[in-house]
T-cell receptor
């Protein structure tokens, strides 16, 4: 059973460009979460999605950031007009819809975004 | 939201048990204690979780005090590959879903 997959693993963008980060949850998981980790800091929750729905985006910056989890395909975290402060590791996690581990999140390897 | 307090760093000799403490004095009755670890810059790895009973799996044991105000993660025979930052998290339930709040964690160094 493949784990959570994220791509690309490393992404370099110049200021003002767009960054698209993809996350494929574990098989059978219908809940996806995005976290950001700034250098030398802990993970910060950004957004929680189920298929075609944003459930909680309380940790998302109000501007330039958006997320989606379409019916088909991976979840996408999109950052428009990137700035140097967006440089960070972005982790995706997924959890199953039910069962004894329904509250447990399994993390992907992350995408390291560098803004030049 | 219940918060957790962990020592910033700990050392452990290879082959010995590593005991990582966590205080969560404001935990509420329906909140679970979760432990994750992050090795170098990899994604966090789930270790174990519990509500009020002690739990054990192939990775570790979790001991929760009777008043649930603190817990200890035990790695019975630490190896060099267990060197990581360990996060103790109390799960916050809100109206929308499952929000995990990561603190600074404990940086465990397993020494040869």
């Amino acid at each position: 059973n493949a784990g959570v997959m994220q791509n690309p693993r490393h992404l370099v963008r110049r200021r003002g460009q767009e960054a698209r980060l993809r996350c494929s949850p574990m098989k059978g998981h219908s809940h996806v979460y995005w976290y950001r980790q700034l250098p030398e800091e802990g993970l910060k929750f950004m957004v929680y999605l189920q298929k075609e729905n944003i459930i909680d985006e309380s940790g998302m910056p109000k501007e330039r950031f958006s997320a989606e989890f379409p019916k088909e395909g991976p979840s996408i975290l999109r950052i428009q007009q990137v700035v140097r402060g967006d440089s960070a590791a972005y982790f995706c996690a997924s959890s199953p819809p039910g069962g004894p581990l329904a509250d447990t999140q399994y993390f992907g390897p992350g995408t390291r975004l560098t803004v030049l | 939201d219940a918060k957790t307090t962990q020592p910033p760093s700990m050392d452990c000799a290879e082959g010995r048990a590593a005991n990582l403490p966590c205080n969560h004095s404001t935990i509420s009755g329906n909140e679970y204690v979760y432990w994750y670890r992050q090795i170098h810059s990899q994604g966090p790895q789930y270790i174990i979780h519990g509500l009020k009973n002690n739990e054990t799996n192939e990775m570790a044991s979790l001991i929760i005090t009777e008043d649930r105000k603190s817990s200890t993660l035990i790695l019975p025979h630490a190896t060099l590959r267990d060197t990581a930052v360990y996060y103790c998290i109390v799960r916050v339930a809100n109206n929308y879903g499952q929000n995990f709040v990561f603190g600074p964690g404990t940086r465990l160094s397993v020494l040869p």
